[in-house]
């Protein structure tokens, strides 16, 4: 099976890749990817020599590359290319809105012209808004994206549901709580709290820290995917969650107590514009119907984290200086126009 990934240079997307090709054999991985500051190759450094992977560097809102890419018999694609960092995307929507939208529709376009089997569109919780107390999200919940960033996503979403009604493409989505683990750029909460902690640098918090957030160990979001990609009916859409919310000031300090550092590195900062208060999901319908369940707790999963950034420390530099750019200028480059069946 020839799988096009989008977006497998970032974090989830080459976990997913790694996982993918140690747990399946017959499976062949084409990682398309822009390469911006947060998609780093060097974070599939390791599998970049398996005959089964190759990388194509290009932007999936050129529709030349993406059609090229398309032609040498693509089983399925699962989209993690996605610009994700909701700060940003408040500074300045427009790369969000042309890569989240015009990209997916790029995507979807290329799925109908050449009749793609599957297509696993990756979206987030942040498109529901903010979850009242004691409330969780299903999937026919109203769509209510607070932020530009949500707002993409959810407009993508559109999208692919109505690709699938349209043009009977055998689309499935997957809206998925927060990630945490090993190669998430560090800009994101969990490793940016990280690096700061152990340079004895300032922890930002925003506002009072007590925005909930339900953290999934990436690992066990890669199997979900992978169970979709298998199993799922088309038009299916499902949650993913761990199915616990924790506010953003225990997980920092969380992280502190594994690093044995004091509580006193962290300072609230001006709360971020629209800053949802809670996301939270209900995941019943993934265990319902394709048997998945969270396999990692947040102990074992953060315990994993963190020693995975404190032996990894050159990725980490390099993630933070962009030095990996000429990494990737030396190893592994093979573009569009070269890609050989």
Excluded at 274 to 295: M, V
Excluded at 305 to 327: D, F, K, P, S, V
């Amino acid at each position: 099976m020839k799988i096009l990934v989008t977006g497998g240079a970032g974090f989830i997307g080459s976990n997913f890749i790694r996982h993918l090709l140690m747990s399946q054999r017959d499976v062949e991985i084409v990682n398309f990817d822009k390469l911006t500051y947060a998609g780093n190759p060097e974070s599939l450094a390791d599998i970049a020599s398996d005959h089964r992977y190759s990388l194509v560097c290009g932007d999936i809102v050129d529709s030349r590359i993406v059609n090229d890419v398309f032609t040498k018999r693509i089983d399925a694609l699962v989209n993690f290319a996605a610009e994700t960092h909701v700060d940003r995307s408040i500074e300045d929507a427009s790369p969000f809105l042309r890569t989240n939208v015009l990209g997916t529709h790029c995507l979807l376009e290329a799925a109908r012209k050449f009749h793609l089997p599957r297509f696993v569109h990756i979206s987030t919780d942040e498109v529901y808004g903010s979850a009242p107390a004691d409330v969780s999200f299903n999937e026919q919940a109203t769509l209510d994206p607070r932020s530009p960033y949500a707002a993409s996503k959810a407009s993508a979403d559109h999208l692919v549901s109505a690709y699938a009604n349209t043009f009977g493409i055998s689309a499935i989505v997957l809206r998925c709580t927060n990630n945490y683990g090993p190669f998430q750029f560090p800009e994101k909460l969990v490793p940016l709290m990280i690096a700061n902690a152990r340079e004895d640098k300032p922890l930002p918090i925003y506002g009072d820290g007590l925005q909930e957030r339900d953290w999934l160990f990436v690992e066990d979001y890669c199997r979900a995917i992978a169970l979709a990609l298998e199993k799922a009916k088309s038009g299916s859409i499902y949650n993913v969650s761990a199915g616990m919310p924790q506010p953003n000031l225990k997980i920092v300090r969380t992280i502190l107590d594994h690093l044995g550092k004091p509580d006193s590195l962290m300072r609230s900062v001006q709360d971020r514009p629209g800053h949802d208060r809670r996301y939270a999901l209900d995941c019943s319908k993934i265990q319902r119907e394709l048997g998945w369940r969270p396999e990692v707790s947040f102990e074992d999963g953060i315990r994993r984290t963190i020693e995975w950034y404190q032996t990894n420390n050159e990725w980490l530099e390099h993630a933070r200086t962009g030095e990996y750019r000429n990494y990737y200028e030396r190893h592994y480059t093979r573009r569009a126009e070269t890609f050989s069946q």
